[in-house]
């Protein structure tokens, strides 16, 4: 069974960084791209930003709102992928949740974790 | 404001079908055959009920269909059922900055 566990979230000042942690079981991590997505309290969804897998470079791509500031990388020896948090404002104020991309050459997200809530707040 | 342009709400009696909109433009849903729909609970992680326009991942309801014209798809549900009742959300790839936009969100009362 695919599962994906989110951790890290917490209550964090504005300027200061986290890092969340978003633990895979029951695939071959490696295998496959990651994604992070939040959704604030009683918004929609959005996209951060994902992590290729090795195969195709393990390179990442950002949403706008969020590059220069957040980062994402992997472990495929732990099947863990992480999501660096810096400079962090108030309205980044929302669950995080994982994805696992449905494969390669997919456009979708078959699994998502339970999420993780970052408020930011001083 | 949101990329996608979604009906804030949506209802129907159990058994009835509904059908919940999704516009975009040609850089998102008219330009790519990516558009899929997530179901979310209160409190809940989404999950994938829709993907690419119109295929059902294994273990979805085949109440649940998708389609797509032009620049708006669409989520049909069938047969409508209590535990139907959430929000949904669409999604599609698109060329923009954000390799990826995403509807306001349906909230879909069963009567």
């Known amino acids: 069974e695919v599962q994906l566990v989110e951790s890290g979230g917490g209550l964090v000042q504005p300027g200061r960084s986290l890092r969340l942690s978003c633990t895979a079981s029951?695939?071959?991590?490696?295998?496959?791209?990651m994604s992070w997505f939040r959704q604030a309290p009683g918004k929609g969804l959005e996209w951060v930003g994902f992590?290729?897998?090795?195969?195709?470079?393990?390179?990442?791509e950002y949403a706008a709102s969020v590059k220069g500031r957040f980062t994402i990388s992997r472990d495929d020896s732990k099947s863990i992928a992480y999501l660096q948090m810096n400079s962090l404002k108030t309205e980044d104020t929302a669950v995080y949740y994982c994805t696992r991309d449905g494969g390669s050459g997919s456009y979708y997200f078959d699994y998502w974790g339970q999420g993780t809530l970052v408020t930011v707040s001083s | 404001q949101s990329a996608l342009t979604q009906p804030a709400s949506v209802s129907g009696s159990p058994g009835q079908s509904i059908t919940i909109s999704c516009t975009g433009t040609s850089s998102d849903v008219g330009g790519y055959n990516y558009v899929s729909w997530y179901q979310q609970h209160p409190g809940k992680a989404p999950k994938l009920m829709i993907y690419?326009?119109?295929n059902r991942p294994s273990g979805v309801s085949n109440r649940f269909s998708g389609s797509k014209s032009g620049n708006t798809a669409s989520l049909t549900i069938s047969g409508l059922q209590a535990e139907d009742e959430a929000d949904y959300y669409c999604s599609s790839y698109t060329s923009s900055s954000t390799d990826w936009v995403f509807g306001g969100g349906t909230k879909l009362t069963v009567l």
């Open positions: 029951g695939f071959t991590f490696g295998d496959y791209a």
């Open positions: 690419d326009v119109s």
């Open positions: 992590i290729r897998s090795k195969a195709y470079g393990g390179t990442t």
